[in-house]
């Protein structure tokens, strides 16, 4: 069984959950405006802790960049904030992840999960979750390739874990050995998708290295990655039981392998040294959900990522 799961979202629910946001971001606008002559002024450096697991790293890594390297300067109420946002990000296995963000002793500002914490996660550990984009595991092909019609999920698995080595046992005719290409995530360590961690047999590459896929060679790579390169025509994102990787199938979770990237953070910020004031947080939240965030997603990387 593969890794991700989780429900749908219509488009009546995005028009909604964006008109939400919008909302959202007016009144945070509102709270971040103007101050009185005789506000205060506090300067300070604010390091931001996001953890999420591995197969997140590459794309959830640069977020820590995203408020930019300047002074930001906003004013809350009576006080103006000169915040410069020192950004760090930071990886744990997701076993670790609830207990080191939640409860009263949580030290990350936030996560980032694929795949929705159950209700019971987050009522125990105090949390809630925010859908913050979209994606999808693929397989590519060159886009001449007999495999763009498309496998069945036996096929696929049978070409991930290395059962399958040859085209002729998938499609007959002639003899053509399948060769699979994987990329490496930052540590040099095979990517994990499709829920994989090891695909016997895969040559290891670079994220260009998967559009390399002449003859017999197929690649596992993010359709947030592929997606411009198949709009170009080149490569094909390969369907899984006669549904096409897109945008609209990614949305409607009927492409079994698209899941979402969930935002999660404490409801209530602890207290102390380690957790800066609301207004911060109000300002971090308001640089990701708002148009900077936006774009920063849909660009970051070099990914085309779904927004909700």
Partial sequence: MFAHSGPGYSRTMIIMRRAATATALTLA???????????????????????????????????????????????????????????????????????????????????????????????????????????????????????????????????????ITDWQQVFGGPAQAVSLRVPTDYLGKPRLLFGRKTYPGAQTTTDGGTLSVTGGAVAVQKLSYAAKYVAAGGVCAVPIDGVAPNEQTTRARSYAHSYGVYYVDRKKPTKGIGAKPAPLLKRWEYFLFGPVGDSFLTTAGGRQRFLP
């Fill in 29 to 163: 606008g509102a709270l971040l405006g103007g101050a009185p002559a005789t506000a205060k002024t506090v300067t300070d450096t604010w390091q931001i802790t996001l953890q999420m697991p591995p197969q997140l790293w590459d794309d959830g890594a640069s977020l820590g960049n995203l408020p930019g390297e300047g002074i930001d300067a906003f004013t809350v109420g009576a006080t103006k904030y000169r915040i410069r946002w020192a950004n760090a990000t930071i990886r744990n296995l997701p076993k670790y992840m609830l207990q080191r963000q939640g409860g009263k002793t949580g030290t990350a500002t936030a996560g980032l999960y694929d795949r929705p914490l159950t209700k019971k996660q987050l009522t125990k550990f105090k949390l809630k979750q925010r859908l913050l984009w979209l994606d999808a595991d693929v397989l590519l092909a060159d886009a001449g390739s007999p495999v763009c019609q498309g496998l069945t999920t036996a096929q696929l698995t049978g070409v991930l874990d290395g059962s």
